[in-house]
């Protein structure tokens, strides 16, 4: 089964939702009701999943998001919220929540995006408006990168080192350092932190 720590401060919903996930077949390892909660949490209890409220008494589930994440990027973040305007869908994903669903969605789709999120999938459940846009943002490609090497020039674009890139994706580390060196090949620049100019520099022109 896999391990899961329910972040959301109405007791009510947080018990319903760890019932609904536990008779789907995930192990419900904590509950928080606050984002300090949630770091500390995550930290003792190393979860493979994190369902993440936004609206938190003492920050915004979005920082919480961000922290765990920085810290524990074996961790995939799935974010269930009222909030459904695009703003808080892309600060979500910017601060790398795998997943973003909000509390609308029937009981099957919060499962079903959980479930993908958990196999490894990026998404943005029904509900939030333009979701293809927002869960992909692809880098303009003018140079022949490869459908994985953009996954990946976009992850380098945020300053994302190997580890944190190949967690992200699910792919071997000695797969990430191939990719990153062919596409400092192809975008003709000497080390990664260029290349994340050239990729940000390129994606704001075709703005």
Same mark, same amino acid.
């Given at each position: 089964?896999? %391990?899961?720590?329910? *972040?959301?401060?109405?007791?009510?919903?947080? #018990?319903? !939702?760890?019932? &609904?996930?536990?008779?789907?077949?995930?192990?419900?390892?904590?509950?928080?009701?606050?984002?300090?909660? +949630?770091?500390?949490? @995550?930290?003792? =209890? /190393?979860?493979? =999943?994190?369902?993440?409220?936004?609206? $938190?008494?003492? #920050?915004?589930?979005?920082? #919480?998001?961000?922290?765990?994440?920085?810290? &524990?990027?074996?961790?995939? *973040?799935?974010?269930?919220?009222?909030?459904? %305007?695009?703003?808080?869908?892309?600060?979500?994903?910017?601060?790398? +929540?795998?997943?973003?669903?909000?509390? %609308?969605?029937?009981?099957?789709?919060?499962?079903?995006?959980?479930?993908? *999120?958990?196999?490894? #999938? @990026?998404?943005?459940?029904?509900?939030?408006? %333009?979701?293809?846009? !927002? !869960?992909?943002?692809? *880098?303009?490609?003018?140079?022949? &990168?490869?459908? /994985?090497?953009?996954?990946?020039?976009? $992850?380098?674009?945020?300053? !994302?080192?190997?580890?944190?890139i190949a967690e992200r994706l699910g792919l071997a580390g000695k797969t990430v350092a191939n990719n990153v060196s062919s596409i400092l090949l192809k975008l003709d620049v000497p080390d990664r932190v260029e290349a994340a100019r050239v990729i940000?520099?390129? +994606? /704001?022109? +075709?703005?």
């Amino acid at each position: 089964m896999t %391990d899961v720590l329910v *972040v959301d401060d109405h007791p009510v919903f947080r #018990a319903g !939702l760890s019932a &609904l996930l536990v008779a789907s077949g995930f192990e419900v390892v904590g509950e928080a009701a606050s984002a300090s909660e +949630a770091i500390e949490a @995550a930290r003792r =209890l /190393r979860p493979a =999943l994190v369902v993440m409220d936004l609206g $938190l008494p003492d #920050a915004s589930g979005i920082a #919480a998001t961000a922290r765990i994440t920085g810290e &524990l990027p074996g961790i995939r *973040v799935v974010v269930l919220t009222l909030f459904d %305007d695009e703003g808080s869908v892309r600060e979500a994903l910017d601060a790398g +929540a795998a997943g973003y669903i909000v509390k %609308d969605a029937s009981p099957g789709q919060i499962v079903a995006a959980i479930r993908a *999120v958990e196999q490894g #999938a @990026a998404v943005v459940g029904p509900g939030v408006a %333009d979701a293809r846009s !927002l !869960l992909a943002e692809p *880098v303009p490609d003018g140079f022949g &990168l490869t459908p /994985r090497e953009r996954q990946v020039a976009e $992850l380098v674009a945020k300053g !994302l080192p190997n580890r944190v890139i190949a967690e992200r994706l699910g792919l071997a580390g000695k797969t990430v350092a191939n990719n990153v060196s062919s596409i400092l090949l192809k975008l003709d620049v000497p080390d990664r932190v260029e290349a994340a100019r050239v990729i940000r520099d390129t +994606a /704001r022109l +075709a703005e």
